[in-house]
């Protein structure tokens, strides 16, 4: 019911920036709930960021005063600014979405970001 589609992975070298983007397409995209995880090699998918309906936000310890989460509602869009980056940011990306009432949920397919030297 729900296609997300991520833009945006590059490989950089510590310190760049990068700006992540999903498109979310399929149904009412302000109902629902969004979010970017990552996933690196061997390791669990952890969630890195999340923002609501109303626009209240969340980030993981490891990225709070790095990254910033965003949605653009006019264009069902949601975007995860990604500053001062280090190789441990490694992994793949992946834009989330759930719904706020029935709780089901959805998967992109994933952006590679790489951070090295």
């Known amino acids: 019911q729900v296609q997300l589609v991520e833009s945006g992975g590059d490989l950089v070298q510590p310190g760049g920036s990068l700006r992540l983007a999903c498109a979310a397409s399929?149904?009412?995209?302000?109902?629902?709930?969004m979010a970017w995880y990552r996933q690196a090699p061997g390791k669990q998918r952890d969630l890195v960021a999340a923002?609501?309906?109303?626009?209240?936000?969340n980030y993981a310890d490891s990225v709070k005063g790095r990254f910033t989460i965003s949605r653009d509602y006019a264009n069902n869009a949601v975007y995860l600014q990604m500053n001062n980056l280090k190789p441990e940011d490694t992994a793949v990306y992946y834009c989330?979405?759930?719904?706020?009432?029935?709780?089901?949920?959805?998967w992109g397919q994933g952006t590679q970001v790489t951070v090295s030297s």
């Open positions: 989330y979405a759930k719904h706020s009432l029935t709780a089901v949920r959805y």
């Open positions: 399929g149904s009412i995209f302000s109902i629902y709930t």
């Open positions: 923002i609501t309906t109303g626009g209240s936000t």
